[in-house]
Antibody, heavy 121, light 107 residues
Framework: EVQLVQSGAEVKKPGESLKISCKGS????????IAWVRQMPGKGLEWMGI????????RYSPSFQGHVTISVDKSINTAYLQWSSLEASDTAMFYC??????????????WGQGTLVTVSS | DIQMTQSPATLSASIGDRVTITCRAS??????LAWYQQKPGKAPNLLIY???SLEIGVPSRFSGSGSGTEFTLTISSLQPDDFATYYC?????????FGGGTKVEIK
C-alpha cells in the first residue's frame, strides 16, 4: 500500500528554524517526484516545489524560491521541507504528494496527511 | 507562469442538481489538467486527470471536459458526499499551479 506519512504538528516562534518530513512507503521512492503544497488557513492550494528523490533535482515555485528548502534522504525514503527563519505568515498546513508517473510531471495520486505549522510569538 | 482561474468561487446547490465548475488557463495546457476534491481537514483527492479521464474509484457522476485553455468539471447529480471544495491544476510545465478553488455548498 502506497503511503506518505508526514511529521506531526509544530508550534514555533518567528525567527526559529524548522524541518518537516514526509516518509514514503509501498512504492519505489526514488522513481517518483515528490511535491510540497501549502494551504494557508481558509485558503486554497499553492504548489511550492518538487524534488526528484533519485538525484535530488529540485524545482521551486518563484513564490517560494529562497524562503524554503526542499531536500531528500533517499536512504530512508524521506523528503523534507525546511525554513531557516520562520515568519508568522508561514502559518499553514503543508502537504507532500507524489506524482503518478515516474520521472515526469503528472498528477498527484497520493498525498500525505498534512503537517500543521503554527508560527506565533 | 501559467495562471489558472476558477469560477465560481462559491456555488450553492441542492441534492440532485447538475453542477458545473469552470477552469481557465492563461495559455494552452491541453490535455494536462486535473481536478481534485478536498473536504475540510483532509488532503485533496484526485478526481479527473488528462482533462477528462476519471480516476479509478471516483463515481461516474463526475466528468471532465475541455481543451486548450477552457475546462469544466461537471457533477451530473449532486450527492451529499459531494459538498466540498474543488480545485483544478495544470501539469503542463513548471511551475505547476492550482486554481483558486470552488466551494460547493448546500443550498
Amino acid at each position: 500500500e502506497v503511503q506518505l506519512v508526514q511529521s506531526g504538528a509544530e508550534v514555533k516562534k518567528p525567527g526559529e528554524s524548522l524541518k518537516i518530513s514526509c516518509k514514503g512507503s509501498g512504492y519505489s521512492f526514488t522513481s517518483y517526484w515528490i511535491a510540497w503544497v501549502r494551504q494557508m488557513p481558509g485558503k486554497g492550494l499553492e504548489w511550492m516545489g518538487i524534488i526528484s528523490p533519485g538525484d535530488s533535482d529540485t524545482r521551486y515555485s518563484p513564490s517560494f524560491q529562497g524562503h524554503v528548502t526542499i531536500s531528500v534522504d533517499k536512504s530512508i525514503n524521506t523528503a523534507y521541507l525546511q525554513w531557516s527563519s520562520l515568519e508568522a505568515s508561514d502559518t499553514a498546513m503543508f502537504y507532500c504528494a507524489k506524482f503518478r508517473s515516474p520521472g515526469t510531471l503528472s498528477v498527484f495520486d497520493f498525498w500525505g496527511q498534512g503537517t500543521l505549522v503554527t508560527v506565533s510569538s | 507562469d501559467i495562471q489558472m482561474t476558477q469560477s465560481p468561487a462559491t456555488l450553492s446547490a441542492s441534492i440532485g442538481d447538475r453542477v458545473t465548475i469552470t477552469c481557465r488557463a492563461s495559455q494552452d495546457i491541453s490535455p494536462w489538467l486535473a481536478w481534485y476534491q478536498q473536504k475540510p481537514g483532509k488532503a485533496p483527492n484526485l478526481l479527473i486527470y488528462r482533462a477528462s479521464s476519471l480516476e479509478i474509484g471516483v463515481p461516474s457522476r463526475f466528468s471532465g471536459s475541455g481543451s486548450g485553455t477552457e475546462f469544466t468539471l461537471t457533477i451530473s447529480s449532486l450527492q451529499p458526499d459531494d459538498f466540498a471544495t474543488y480545485y483544478c491544476q495544470h501539469y503542463n510545465s513548471h511551475p505547476l499551479t492550482f486554481g483558486g478553488g470552488t466551494k460547493v455548498e448546500i443550498k
